[in-house]
């Protein structure tokens, strides 16, 4: 549905949030990486169980109640990959 390519938006990519999404080293504007809050779905996330907080919060970047990924993978180029 939506245009190929990207927009480079700081936070989103033609209005899909990177907070949504597991890390990539593209999400970003260009000039500065996206590092905020992320929550992407668990089982399709590439991530563990133990990579995400255990506890549902809000989402900083967006506002929902999720469980949030862990500080400690927020920078990952890919997941599971630092």
């Given at each position: ?32 990486p ?31 109640i ?17």
């Amino acid at each position: 549905d939506r245009p190929p390519g990207t927009c480079r938006c700081l936070k989103s990519n033609f209005g899909e949030s990177y907070c949504l999404l597991s890390p990539c080293y593209l999400h970003g504007d260009g000039r500065k990486p996206y590092h905020g809050d992320r929550h992407p779905d668990i089982a399709s996330s590439g991530y563990g169980e133990d990579a995400f907080e255990a506890k549902e919060r809000q989402c900083r970047t967006c506002g929902v109640i999720a469980r949030c990924l862990k500080k400690e993978h927020l920078k990952d180029a890919l997941p599971g990959m630092d």
